[in-house]
């Protein structure tokens, strides 16, 4: 895996904007809001909302002043779905989509909107995955692929782990001949904190198999792919 920092120019967040919500509307794989989370016996929800409600005192606000008071109810079942990716379920996620491959020819599903939280600051991390893989025996149903993306950036992450469950999990359950993985994403820590960079983009990249081992392979995808830099086009 490796790293590298060039630059985009439009400005994201309008159209991060737009997208969020598409994304909160259409999510399928959330789990039901009151299931209590891992290590937490009690009631998660209630919990995280006296929470919030903790924090806003701290942070000098008025939590019973009018636009604040039902917000850590909401901060509290927007956070249980930015992270309800660590109950997915993969078995009934991909369910009967697996199929026998007739080929074992490139397949590309580019520019996968991306959400997904820094762990180290809980501020969002945005932008585009690009997955691929050459088939051997089975296939996957393509609507999966940004399912799977999905269930791994609905945690607490950092980039580089992301990239490799991605492309760990897709080498689990195709053993296929190769998979890349490439996500290009914004960090708002860096943009709107700490070294205050608005214009640098970060790559990472996972390569399995054929990807990792023969540059022609290497050279179709990112051909296929295009230009880089996706995370604000
Ligand atoms: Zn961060």
Same mark, same amino acid.
């Given at each position: 895996m490796h790293r590298i920092h060039p630059s985009g120019k439009a400005d994201p967040m309008k159209k991060a904007k737009k997208a969020g919500k598409r994304k909160l509307q259409s999510g %399928? %794989? +959330? !789990?039901? +809001?009151?299931e209590p989370l891992p =290590? #937490? $016996? =009690?009631h998660p929800l209630e919990a995280l909302e006296a929470n919030a409600q903790e924090m806003l005192r701290l942070l000098g $606000? #008025? !939590? @019973?002043r009018e636009g604040l008071v039902r917000t850590p109810h909401r901060h509290a079942r927007a956070l249980q779905f930015l992270t309800?990716?660590?109950?997915? #379920?993969f078995k009934k996620l991909v369910g009967g989509a697996l199929f026998e491959a007739e080929s074992s020819e490139l397949v590309l599903v580019r520019d996968i909107e991306l959400y997904s939280l820094c762990e180290h600051h809980l501020l969002p991390f945005f932008g585009k995955a690009h997955v691929a893989y050459i088939p051997n025996r089975k296939i996957i149903g393509l609507s999966k692929i940004p399912r799977i993306v999905d269930a791994y950036a609905r945690?607490?992450? /950092?980039q580089e782990r992301l990239t490799s469950q991605v492309a760990d999990h897709l080498v689990e359950i195709l053993d296929p001949l190769g998979v890349a993985v490439i996500l290009e994403s914004v960090h708002l820590c860096m943009m709107m904190r700490g /070294? $205050? @960079?608005?214009n640098s983009t970060t790559l990472t990249s996972a390569m399995r198999g054929v990807f990792r081992d023969d540059a022609r392979s290497r050279h179709e995808l990112l051909t296929l792919i295009g230009g880089l830099g996706g995370a604000r086009r």
């Open positions: %399928s %794989s +959330r !789990p039901a +809001r009151s =290590g #937490d $016996e =009690g $606000e #008025d !939590p @019973k309800s990716g660590y109950q997915s #379920d945690r607490l992450q /950092v /070294v $205050e @960079k608005q």
